[in-house]
């Protein structure tokens, strides 16, 4: 169970154009989701938290009007890029809040596999 | 100051040794302590996750969390070239819905 999917996996775009991001749970309801960003050998840093029907949460230093989150319903948030250039290209990975199985005091973030985006 | 600082690494080790790997942090509100295994271009899955100070295993997995030094360890028993991986710690304040602090990884090598 908590399995977390992204789509799609890789994508390579022109400079400009907007990219989007796909984030699903597949076998649970998530009300909260997040989104990270992850550049080589380095760790994931949180862009934002994304809950169902209302405005995402974005971290400092985040630009909300080029990291546009939507969280529609509660197994599916995405996040578009917009008007992106070559140093938006990252690894963008989500994670959606789940209650540990066997263990259901304690709600974990289950990731999904990341989507490796390419800006050119 | 970073406020989880984790050894990048790369940390190399032979076939069934030990591998001991740790974080320390800042922040003396983090309440919950996680270790995540992240193999290349996949997302981290968790590997154990501890509330406070004390010992936890699982398997060949043990975590241990000393508040009084704002440090975490886990500590892999007869690693194996699976275990290949980056071990990412995180903190969080609370047990539902808080975003998590993560160490910038520690990438490790089991050699067969």
């Known amino acids: 169970g908590a399995v977390v999917s992204q789509h799609p996996s890789r994508v390579i775009c022109k400079s400009g154009t907007s990219v989007k991001i796909e984030c699903r749970s597949l076998?649970?309801?998530?009300?909260?989701m997040f989104w990270y960003r992850q550049f080589p050998k380095q760790s994931l840093m949180l862009m934002a938290t994304s809950n169902e029907g209302s405005k995402a949460t974005y971290e400092q230093g985040v630009e909300k009007d080029k990291f546009l989150i939507n969280h529609a319903s509660l197994t599916l948030s995405t996040l578009t890029v917009t008007s992106a250039h070559p140093e938006d290209s990252s690894f963008y990975i989500c994670?959606?809040?789940?209650?540990?199985?066997?263990?259901?005091?304690?709600?974990?973030?289950?990731f999904g596999p990341g989507t490796r985006l390419t800006v050119l | 100051q970073k406020e989880v600082e984790q050894d990048p690494g790369p940390l190399s080790v032979p076939e069934g040794a030990i591998v001991s790997l740790n974080c320390t942090y800042s922040n003396s509100a983090f309440q919950y302590f996680m270790w995540y295994r992240q193999y290349s271009r996949k997302g981290p899955e968790l590997l154990m996750y501890t509330y406070s100070s004390g010992n936890k295993e699982d398997g060949r997995f043990t975590a241990q969390v000393d508040k009084s030094s704002k440090y975490i360890s886990l500590f892999i028993r007869d690693s194996q070239p699976s275990d290949s991986a980056t071990y990412l710690c995180a903190m969080r304040f609370g047990a539902a819905g808080n975003k998590l602090t993560f160490g910038g990884g520690t990438r490790v090598l089991v050699k067969p």
């Open positions: 994670s959606a809040n789940s209650p540990l199985q066997g263990d259901s005091s304690y709600n974990e973030q289950f």
């Open positions: 076998d649970f309801q998530a009300t909260t």
